[in-house]
């Protein structure tokens, strides 16, 4: 969540670091903070509680500035939101650090470096990286060698930069599991969470291999632990500014947004994962207390995030064995409810304003809800304040009305939660792992969906003339069958319908005939037997039948379409079939001459009942 910028020039640098912090607003934070190093002079340090704007105060009217600098924006994790826990973190005043990520071993490391006589001031655990480095500095004589020894000792998922009193004419950054890239210069070099912090002062990155650490002076760029090419084998030149309103060579915003889906959730799992298993304080702090004590769960949400919470439902049942609920917003705020001992509220919004939503986290209050926790998009919003936890997605603006890439980040933040609550519920340390790997595998799955656009084109034209469609599901993929029938009638205006497949001969099979198109999500699993069946009944009807499915067993034949959607994991499945359902009603859509971005009646977010 947290943000990174470092410098190491032959200018003042104070203004390029608060830029840099400003253009990281969008992550979320909670706290900001700069520390600057010059040649003679002790390591400087300002940090504020708020706003980046409160910080820029604050560093005007103390007049500090230096060459050499790092800066950082705060989503609590360990500690709460105070001066005092905000970065840069410390080791008197020789050592500054900033930090992005968990070390899950800073409690370990924290009790040895108190026998070695250090004091700390924070709850966080990166003043443990800040006594460490200084420690291992003294070791080594070197700054690079002695930070690179302190990392290693590290266990989580982290980016780190660091400065030191003692070496004033460089700053050393590290990652593992969270992003950082080098930016070049002349006569300067910088480090920084993403290239849009630093995209005023250059276009020219090198991209940080996973485990890899760098050092930067103003004129050169040291390398260690990753591929060590030659620097210049590593840059990559941006042509143009990251604008979030430019479509880019989309059409629309929406396939711009469909496309951004592998990064988008590979975003939002960076920094949360380590190599086996699910960082837990991603969540907020005391979250490992609220997870401990959660004996049930109740979702609320509206619209498409009311689907994502039915698709959890089915995970968090299945792997952590709690009850959960899941409702519509507008409907739990309207009546009374029953709340067992020990349930976690959870809201879900990407905008985190929808009135409905926020009305019922608001009336949760009031009842005996042993804490809630938001999952949200925009990091400064209200759900986000007024809940006691809260996970961001990291999807970033979604312009079109109709959500895609928030809706797969939701489910990833989802899979999070649901891993997390299944620690706490017998979950074995062996299905963790596999769970993690699979959840890792989750983006490069999404890129070989997008494989089947033009595939889905073709196919798009059978619907331009039908009033009417059917998507059918089973288990997880009910819900996804649920958000395939919203996603076409939101933008195309087709009437269509998502079931429950075993729902058919209930009432639905009544409307099949052969100007009926029938679109069933069919991977393969435990439940693909009785889902061919249902899809028989359906054949014999005359219905016209398209079958997404990565499951052998189905063939094309007069009446049947099958689309093969590439294997994935059982687990991440719901995600992956989503892309299809996306551009299908993307593609029906523009052959329908529709406003595929402002469709007609609808808002991105619903602040009103």
Same mark, same amino acid.
């Given at each position: 969540?947290?943000?990174?910028?470092?410098?190491?020039?032959?200018?003042?640098?104070?203004?390029?670091?608060?830029?840099?912090?400003?253009?990281?607003?969008?992550?979320?934070?909670?706290?900001?903070?700069?520390?600057?190093?010059?040649?003679?002079?002790?390591?400087?340090?300002?940090?504020?509680?708020?706003?980046?704007?409160e910080l820029g105060g604050a560093f005007a009217?103390?007049?500090?500035?230096?060459?050499?600098?790092?800066?950082?924006?705060?989503?609590?994790?360990?500690?709460?939101?105070?001066? *005092?826990?905000?970065?840069?973190?410390?080791?008197?005043?020789?050592?500054?650090?900033?930090?992005?990520?968990?070390?899950?071993?800073?409690?370990?490391?924290?009790?040895?470096?108190?026998?070695?006589?250090?004091?700390?001031?924070?709850?966080?655990?990166?003043?443990?990286?800040?006594?460490?480095?200084?420690?291992?500095?003294?070791?080594?004589?070197?700054?690079?060698?002695?930070?690179?020894?302190?990392?290693?000792?590290?266990?989580?998922?982290?980016?780190?930069?660091?400065?030191?009193?003692?070496?004033?004419?460089?700053?050393?950054?590290?990652?593992?599991?969270?992003?950082?890239?080098?930016?070049?210069?002349?006569?300067?070099?910088?480090?920084?969470?993403?290239?849009?912090?630093?995209?005023?002062?250059?276009?020219?990155?090198?991209?940080?291999d996973e485990g890899e650490l760098v050092e930067?002076?103003?004129?050169?760029?040291?390398?260690?632990?990753?591929?060590?090419?030659?620097?210049?084998?590593?840059?990559?030149?941006?042509?143009?500014?990251?604008?979030?309103?430019?479509?880019? *060579?989309?059409?629309?915003?929406?396939?711009?947004?469909?496309?951004?889906?592998?990064?988008?959730?590979?975003?939002?799992?960076?920094?949360?994962?380590?190599?086996?298993?699910?960082?837990?304080?991603?969540?907020?702090?005391?979250?490992?207390?609220?997870?401990?004590?959660?004996?049930?769960?109740?979702?609320?949400?509206?619209?498409?995030?009311?689907?994502?919470?039915?698709?959890?439902?089915?995970?968090?049942?299945?792997?952590?064995?709690?009850?959960?609920?899941?409702?519509?917003?507008?409907?739990?705020?309207?009546?009374?409810?029953?709340?067992?001992?020990?349930?976690?509220?959870?809201?879900?919004?990407?905008?985190?304003?929808?009135?409905?939503?926020?009305?019922?986290?608001?009336?949760?209050?009031?009842?005996?809800?042993?804490?809630?926790?938001?999952?949200?998009?925009?990091?400064?919003?209200?759900?986000?304040?007024?809940?006691?936890?809260?996970?961001?997605?990291?999807?970033?603006?979604?312009?079109?009305?109709?959500?895609?890439?928030?809706?797969?980040?939701?489910?990833?933040?989802?899979?999070?939660?649901?891993?997390?609550?299944?620690?706490?519920?017998?979950?074995?340390?062996?299905?963790?792992?596999?769970?993690?790997?699979?959840?890792?595998?989750?983006?490069?799955?999404?890129?070989?969906?997008?494989?089947?656009?033009?595939?889905?084109?073709?196919?798009?034209?059978?619907?331009?003339?039908?009033?009417?469609?059917?998507?059918?599901?089973?288990?997880?993929?009910?819900?996804?069958?649920?958000?395939?029938?919203?996603?076409?009638?939101?933008?195309?205006?087709?009437?269509?319908?998502?079931?429950?497949?075993?729902?058919?001969?209930?009432?639905?099979?009544?409307?099949?005939?052969?100007?009926?198109?029938?679109?069933?999500?069919?991977?393969h699993g435990v439940l693909l037997e009785k889902?061919?069946? *249902?899809?028989?009944?359906?054949?014999?009807?005359?219905?016209?039948?398209?079958?997404?499915?990565?499951?052998?067993?189905?063939?094309?034949?007069?009446?049947?379409?099958?689309?093969?959607?590439?294997?994935?994991?059982?687990?991440?499945?719901?995600?992956?079939?989503?892309?299809?359902?996306?551009?299908?009603?993307?593609?029906?859509?523009?052959?329908?001459?529709?406003?595929?971005?402002?469709?007609?009646?609808?808002?991105?977010?619903?602040?009103?009942?």
């Open positions: 969540m947290c943000g990174i910028v470092g410098a190491a020039a032959r200018r003042q640098v104070g203004r390029i670091l608060l830029e840099g912090l400003q253009r990281l607003e969008y992550r979320g934070y909670d706290s900001a903070g700069m520390a600057f190093a010059d040649s003679g002079q002790p390591a400087t340090r300002i940090r504020r509680v708020g706003k980046v704007a009217e103390a007049a500090l500035d230096g060459t050499y600098g790092i800066a950082h924006t705060r989503w609590a994790t360990h500690g709460k939101p105070t001066e *005092n826990n905000a970065h840069p973190q410390s080791s008197g005043d020789v050592v500054n650090i900033v930090h992005n990520g968990i070390i899950e071993n800073h409690e370990v490391l924290r009790e040895r470096l108190r026998e070695g006589g250090y004091v700390f001031s924070s709850e966080t655990d990166t003043e443990v990286i800040a006594h460490l480095v200084h420690q291992e500095v003294l070791a080594k004589d070197e700054l690079f060698a002695g930070f690179a020894a302190a990392i290693a000792q590290l266990e989580g998922a982290y980016a780190v930069a660091c400065i030191h009193a003692d070496y004033p004419d460089r700053v050393v950054a590290a990652r593992k599991g969270s992003p950082l890239v080098v930016g070049l210069g002349i006569g300067e070099n910088f480090v920084a969470s993403d290239t849009h912090a630093i995209r005023p002062v250059t276009d020219r990155f090198i991209y940080l930067i002076t103003p004129d050169e760029v040291r390398l260690k632990g990753g591929r060590e090419n030659d620097v210049s084998e590593r840059t990559v030149t941006l042509e143009t500014q990251l604008d979030v309103s430019n479509k880019g *060579n989309y059409r629309h915003f929406m396939m711009k947004e469909i496309h951004e889906q592998p990064q988008t959730v590979a975003a939002t799992l960076q920094g949360r994962l380590s190599a086996t298993h699910v960082l837990e304080h991603a969540f907020g702090v005391g979250a490992a207390d609220v997870f401990e004590r959660t004996r049930a769960v109740q979702i609320v949400a509206c619209g498409s995030s009311y689907y994502t919470s039915m698709v959890a439902k089915y995970w968090i049942e299945k792997y952590a064995g709690l009850p959960v609920d899941v409702e519509i917003a507008s409907e739990f705020r309207y009546r009374k409810v029953a709340v067992p001992e020990g349930t976690l509220f959870v809201s879900i919004s990407q905008s985190g304003e929808t009135a409905d939503t926020l009305a019922a986290l608001r009336d949760a209050k009031h009842e005996n809800y042993l804490a809630s926790l938001c999952l949200c998009n925009v990091p400064g919003s209200s759900l986000v304040r007024e809940s006691d936890l809260s996970l961001m997605i990291q999807a970033g603006p979604e312009i079109c009305v109709a959500s895609t890439k928030a809706f797969t980040t939701q489910l990833a933040d989802l899979l999070l939660l649901t891993i997390v609550l299944g620690r706490y519920n017998g979950l074995s340390d062996k299905d963790e792992a596999r769970m993690v790997a699979s959840l890792k595998s989750a983006p490069d799955k999404i890129e070989a969906a997008l494989a089947l656009d033009s595939t889905i084109e073709r196919l798009s034209e059978r619907f331009v003339d039908k009033q009417h469609a059917l998507f059918l599901g089973r288990g997880d993929h009910y819900p996804i069958a649920l958000e395939g029938a919203l996603k076409l009638k939101e933008i195309s205006y087709i009437h269509a319908e998502g079931y429950a497949s075993g729902e058919l001969k209930h009432g639905p099979l009544a409307l099949v005939d052969e100007q009926m198109p029938v679109v069933a999500v069919a991977p889902l061919k069946s *249902n899809l028989q009944e359906v054949r014999a009807r005359g219905g016209q039948l398209i079958v997404f499915t990565s499951a052998t067993g189905f063939k094309d034949e007069p009446g049947t379409t099958v689309i093969e959607v590439p294997a994935c994991d059982e687990l991440i499945s719901p995600l992956v079939y989503t892309i299809p359902m996306q551009l299908l009603a993307y593609y029906v859509a523009v052959l329908k001459g529709t406003d595929v971005d402002q469709p007609r009646n609808l808002a991105k977010s619903v602040t009103v009942e």
